[in-house]
Nanobody, 128 residues
Framework: QVHLVESGGGLVQTGGSLRLSCAAS????????????MGWYRQAPGKEREFVAG?????????YYLDSVKGRFSISRDDAKNSVYLQMNSLKPEDTAVYYC????????????????WGQGTQVTVSS
């Protein structure tokens, strides 16, 4: 089973920046990280989980962003490091949530939302 571990969360003031990282390991036989579609979700206290950003597998050519983060967040990947990143700029208090990394091994697009592997999450807190 694919293991995903997030890092990079923390406490930041309004307008600040953070970069979240997600490292993948233990792939199924015959698979590489470059063949995974990757995404980031977040969940704030008392709120439903929402899909923040997605990036297709290396040959897929698609990226998705939640409307409220467009222009502020950027998703990227480094297949040589088996990692996906979420650069978060101009942070707002409403960005406060636990952020989760997810992997799709079905060759979905950035917005297919077929994720079936999940990390444990990393806390992002933005102070007013």
């Amino acid at each position: 089973q694919v293991h995903l571990v997030e890092s990079g969360g923390g406490l930041v003031q309004t307008g600040g920046s953070l970069r979240l990282s997600c490292a993948a390991s233990n792939p199924p036989s015959g698979r590489t990280f470059g063949s995974y579609t990757m995404g980031w979700y977040r969940q704030a206290p008392g709120k439903e989980r929402e899909f923040v950003a997605g990036i297709s597998w290396s040959g897929g050519g698609s990226i998705y962003y939640l409307d409220s983060v467009k222009g502020r967040f950027s998703i990227s990947r480094d297949d040589a490091k088996n990692s996906v990143y979420l650069q978060m700029n101009s942070l707002k208090p409403e960005d406060t949530a636990v952020y989760y990394c997810a992997a799709d091994l079905t060759y979905g697009s950035a917005n297919s939302r077929k994720y079936n592997y999940w990390g444990q999450g990393t806390q992002v807190t933005v102070s007013s």
